[in-house]
């Protein structure tokens, strides 16, 4: 069936130091969408991507999709305590389920 | 106004017992989904209904049974609780099956099963 695979499960870093999630899955995916959960919380939507190649942007963070649509990276720019949380992707190939990858914990040394 | 509202939101049980977890959303989605989140918050997903319809079942033990008397509501009613069903039980909604954009994710369903 479909992978996605996410890595590192863990991040550890101090505040103000950049943050990278990547994403993997073994198909050409349809789209690509990011979430976050903050301790405690629930999925929240952060973006969705579409294009080969595509790269956006939301203030510090910035999102990129493969060309071959098969890999996400999810990057944050000085990391600061309110990006705490774990972040996922999740990755949906034609008109089938989402399936999230298993989610990288960020946690922040203030 | 909660989008996407769960109750209760945390339940604990003992082993055998029959519970059912509520969900309601109030976006005028068509489809609504039941994920379940384990301690590794590893977050997969159990079921999907579009427009009252199931669309996908999980490979989930028959003793899970979602019900979707209209389309603002998908519950979930398990029968016989054992241990490992201890999680958080997410309810979800994206606009359509086809599209499945956004999911709104409700508050999570705290269960243990003692």
């Known amino acids: 069936g479909q992978q996605v695979m996410q890595i590192p499960q863990y991040q550890h870093v101090q505040e103000g130091e950049d943050f990278t999630t990547y994403c993997n899955s073994s198909?050409?995916?349809?789209?690509i969408q990011w979430y976050k959960q903050r301790p405690g919380g629930h999925p929240v939507f952060l973006i969705q991507l579409v294009k080969s190649g595509e790269v956006k942007k939301q203030k510090r963070l910035t999102f990129q999709f493969g060309e071959a649509k098969k890999n996400s990276s999810l990057h944050i720019t000085a990391t600061q305590t309110t990006d705490v949380g774990t972040y996922f992707c999740a990755g949906l190939r034609g008109a089938q389920k989402l399936v999230f990858g298993q989610g990288t914990r960020l946690t922040i040394n203030p | 106004d909660t989008a996407v509202s769960q109750t209760p939101k945390y339940l604990v049980t003992q082993m055998g017992n029959d519970k059912s977890i509520k969900c309601e959303q109030n976006l005028g989605h068509d489809t609504m989904y039941w994920y379940k989140q384990d301690s590794k918050k590893f977050l997969k997903i159990m079921f999907s209904y579009n427009n009252k319809e199931l669309i996908i079942n999980e490979t989930v033990p028959n003793r899970f049974s979602p019900k979707s008397p209209d389309k603002a509501h998908l519950n979930l009613h398990i029968n016989s609780l054992e241990l490992g069903d201890s999680a958080v039980y997410f309810c979800?909604?994206?606009?359509?099956?086809?599209?499945?954009?956004?999911?709104?994710f409700g508050p999570g369903t705290r269960l243990l099963v003692l």
């Open positions: 979800a909604s994206s606009q359509d099956w086809a599209q499945q954009e956004t999911q709104y």
């Open positions: 198909t050409t995916l349809s789209n």
